[in-house]
């Protein structure tokens, strides 16, 4: 059954210091089983690349994550316990893609399977249509790039608030393109996965 999750408002005016949060940055491989709530989903995946500017009649929405022109062409998808889900940062929601837990796909190292939250960076080469993108070896670069400041949003985020975090690089992506049921023209780029810190 599709299933929309509206995600509670995000938390803007949540304080921690920057210098802090890049201190604190790391990859810690373990966490708590219990999921992310609501609201820590939400604020997490705003910091990721969440709308910070309203599209109008002349301009194209602005994201918390800069992108190569501003093409926008990194999506995030969402698997947790309850099923694949897609972030509409636009309507601020969650949209459901399947309702199978497909977290064993997240990467290929066994202890990735167990976090709450696995994070899918999606590339639509489609959105990639300015001169800068002349080739696929351009838009696999830009992709590449644009992905990575999405990522550190989350990384500094995540030290922020206590949770673990690892970026992945080690996916089977032939199979979770398949999973998903991507089109050929959506190219998985890496993962990460989230959950909260064993240390109180
Ligand atoms: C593009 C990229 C891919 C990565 N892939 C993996 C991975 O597949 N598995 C893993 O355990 N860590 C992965 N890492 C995490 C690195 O091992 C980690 O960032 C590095 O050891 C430095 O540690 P730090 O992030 O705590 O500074 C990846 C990091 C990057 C930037």
Not at 68 to 93: P, R, T
Not at 120 to 131: E, L, P
């Amino acid at each position: 059954m599709i299933d929309t999750i509206k995600l509670p408002l995000p938390q803007k005016d949540l304080t921690f210091p920057l210098m802090k949060a890049l201190e604190k940055r790391r990859t810690i491989r373990k966490w708590k089983n219990d999921p992310l709530s609501d609201q820590e989903l939400s604020n997490l995946l705003w910091a990721a690349c969440g709308i910070t500017k309203e599209e109008t009649k002349r301009s194209k929405s602005k994201r918390t994550s800069p992108s190569a022109c501003n093409s926008q062409s990194i999506k995030i998808y969402v698997a947790i316990e309850k099923g694949l889900f897609l972030y509409d940062e636009k309507e601020h929601q969650l949209i459901q893609i399947l309702s199978e837990d497909i977290r064993e796909n997240i990467g290929t190292q066994k202890t990735m399977h167990s976090a709450p939250v696995g994070l899918i960076y999606v590339s639509d080469f489609s959105k990639m249509k300015n001169f800068l993108f002349r080739n696929d070896e351009q838009r696999w670069f830009f992709s590449g790039a644009d992905t990575g400041f999405v990522s550190q949003n989350v990384y500094l985020y995540c030290a922020a608030r206590n949770l673990s975090t690892v970026v992945l690089g080690l996916v089977n992506r032939e199979k979770l393109h398949k999973v998903i049921g991507l089109k050929e023209h959506e190219k998985i780029i890496l993962t990460q996965v989230i959950g909260y810190s064993l240390n109180e």
